[in-house]
């Protein structure tokens, strides 16, 4: 595991972690001097960079390490307001695939704002293997997981694995 203090971003996380409040505010500026480094050129001219992607944004990393997602850009006015959307979650990794336990499917379809029934329709399960997952009778194995980890991308679900903390 990597260690997070190693990032460039590192400073703006502990930022973030101490500030305690629900929503905060910055422009680049800011940011930059929280950082002690000047934001790529693509932080200043493409949304994307401030996208909440658990997977291959080591900037991301920082801010939803702290407990934060990126909830309004403005890139006109280089300003970022950062606002805490619930728990993160960590998601352990068994030969590089995700293992959704049942707290994390269950995080999921709540984050969904899904009941069993319909979670299960939109996964093209039975209601009855939601549950089953959800209880822990059973870890999704196989496609199940590859499904979870799209669906869970797709909606932005908050988690980070526990490869990627660095």
């Not at 950082?35 to 939803?64: D, E, F, I, K, Y």
């Not at 407990?67 to 403005?74: C, L, R, T």
Request: glycine residues 6%; hydrophobic residues 35%; aromatic residues 10%.
């Amino acid at each position: 595991m990597s260690n997070p203090a190693a990032s460039k971003y590192y400073p703006l996380q502990e930022y973030l972690r101490q500030c305690g409040e629900d929503e905060i505010s910055l422009d680049f500026a800011t940011i930059e001097r929280i950082l002690g480094l000047s934001l790529p050129r693509t932080a200043h001219t493409q949304r994307a960079w401030w996208s909440n992607r658990s997977t291959g944004a080591v900037q991301a990393n920082a801010w939803m390490l702290a407990g934060y997602h990126a909830a309004e850009v403005d890139l006109e006015n280089e300003r970022v307001t950062f606002r805490r959307p619930g728990r993160v979650y960590e998601v352990r990794r068994i030969d590089g695939e995700p293992v959704w336990d049942a707290a994390l499917v269950k995080a999921l379809r709540v984050h969904l704002e899904m009941t069993q029934t319909t979670f299960a329709q939109e996964l093209g399960v039975r209601q009855s293997t939601i549950s089953e997952w959800e209880t822990g009778v059973y870890e999704p194995r196989g496609a199940s997981t590859k499904i979870l980890t799209v669906v869970a991308e797709q909606a932005r679900f908050p988690y980070i694995t526990d490869t990627e903390n660095g």
